[in-house]
């Protein structure tokens, strides 16, 4: 199979590596944005997960295979966003796209936080859901603890 990617003049080429529930929100998203998207999985059947109204193209195959990126264009590729649940794949493929093939922009998905410093200093930028939901639930408990105070401090 070989795929054509006609891309429009300014429109950024964005491949998504794992077509799980994060790889297809945002394949969905980006497309929905009027992007130019590929996901690959190698799951067919994980395609499923995308909108009807996804207008991108979706690859089988696997995504630490250099044929299977080859065939999904990388090197027209402006960003790639790998985000299977394998942190070894993700970085595999994200150590691929930057060092063969010089992709600007390269986010990789790490589950385990003591990795995600070590990739930075490759040029990868690396989104950990531990660290991000740590974050998130903290900033919460502080916005309730500050909310929780104000009808007592106001009753006082
Ligand atoms: P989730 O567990 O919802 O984050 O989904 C992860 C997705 O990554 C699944 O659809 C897997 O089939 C896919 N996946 C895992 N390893 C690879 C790989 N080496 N190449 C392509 N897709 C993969």
Same mark, same amino acid.
């Given at each position: 199979?070989?795929?054509?990617?006609?891309?429009? %003049?300014?429109?950024? #080429?964005?491949?998504? @590596? !794992?077509? !799980?529930?994060? !790889?297809?929100?945002?394949? =969905?998203?980006?497309?929905?944005? !009027?992007?130019?998207?590929?996901?690959?999985?190698?799951?067919?059947?994980?395609?499923?997960?995308?909108?009807?109204?996804?207008?991108?193209?979706?690859?089988?195959?696997?995504?630490?295979?250099?044929? @299977?990126?080859? /065939?999904?264009?990388?090197?027209?590729?402006?960003?790639?966003?790998?985000?299977? =649940?394998?942190?070894?794949?993700?970085?595999?493929?994200?150590?691929?796209?930057? +060092?063969?093939?010089?992709?600007?922009?390269?986010?990789?998905?790490? #589950?385990?936080?003591? $990795? &995600?410093?070590? #990739? $930075?200093?490759?040029?990868?930028?690396?989104?950990? %859901?531990?660290?991000?939901?740590?974050? &998130? @639930?903290?900033?919460?408990?502080? +916005?309730?603890?500050?909310?929780?105070?104000?009808? /007592? /401090? &106001?009753?006082?």
């Amino acid at each position: 199979m070989h795929l054509l990617i006609a891309k429009k %003049p300014d429109d950024k #080429y964005t491949i998504v @590596i !794992g077509c !799980g529930r994060l !790889g297809a929100n945002l394949a =969905n998203t980006l497309s929905d944005e !009027g992007g130019n998207v590929l996901i690959i999985d190698r799951d067919k059947d994980a395609f499923r997960k995308l909108s009807p109204s996804f207008g991108g193209l979706t690859l089988t195959g696997d995504a630490t295979d250099i044929d @299977i990126l080859q /065939e999904a264009q990388i090197s027209k590729a402006d960003t790639l966003v790998a985000v299977t =649940n394998s942190d070894n794949t993700n970085i595999m493929a994200a150590q691929i796209a930057r +060092e063969l093939f010089q992709i600007k922009r390269v986010i990789a998905r790490l #589950y385990d936080p003591e $990795r &995600e410093c070590v #990739y $930075r200093e490759f040029g990868i930028a690396t989104i950990c %859901p531990a660290i991000l939901s740590a974050n &998130e @639930i903290d900033k919460i408990l502080s +916005e309730a603890g500050i909310s929780d105070n104000d009808p /007592e /401090e &106001e009753g006082q």
